[in-house]
């Protein structure tokens, strides 16, 4: 996890595989300490390791949407399109994984939580006028929610729950959101002229 204007590593973690829950629970910490960052421009961007997604969100993605954290996907096959992100794993490649071998994931992480320091602390970029991540990173006061609240719909809401499938029904009309949507009450629709459908955790 990586803060787009300092090329400060927040987070760098091991984890055994790639599945919503696990990058969740690693996540949940060092995004608490980059939600107080406070970069000197006005835009903040997370880039998350992750493989595209088939479907433009995920459980993890509709959790990072409820927490107000923006994603933005990249185009597949366009790796330059997180430029930032891949170059940081080319690094991280070259000088901690590279042909080695770990005898176990609480191995990798030492070498993990060691190599970090040196990347956020000692490792001048030529990106930041040769100056180190740890330079360039300031902490704010926003605080990070530690529980998402439910949302308010209003009282001339109407609410349709989504189904397993990712599916909803509305004026006996099918629309598919994706399953990622599908354990809150979260979309709304309003009367007017032909039928406009609003999900709560994509507004602005």
Partial sequence: MVDDHSRYAVGLRACGDERAGTVQAAA???LSALWSARPHADRQWLAVGLRTPVHRHTWLTVWLLELG???????PYHPQTQGKDERFHRTLKAEVIG????????????????WRVVYNTQRPHEA???ATPAARYRP????????????DYGPAAIVRRV???GWLSFRNRPVKLGRA???????TASDRPGWLLRCAVLRP
Avoid at 99 to 114: I, K, M, S, T, V
Avoid at 145 to 151: G, L, N, Q, R, T
């Fill in 28 to 30: 949940d910490g060092d």
């Fill in 69 to 75: 954290v923006a994603v933005s996907h990249g185009r």
């Fill in 99 to 114: 042909r080695r071998a770990f005898a176990d994931l609480a191995e990798c992480q030492r070498r993990f939580d060691a």
């Fill in 128 to 130: 930041l006028d040769l």
């Fill in 140 to 151: 704010s006061g926003r605080g990070f929610p530690e529980k998402i609240a439910p949302f």
């Fill in 163 to 165: 189904d397993g499938g």
């Fill in 181 to 187: 949507f599908s354990l809150p009450p979260c979309c």
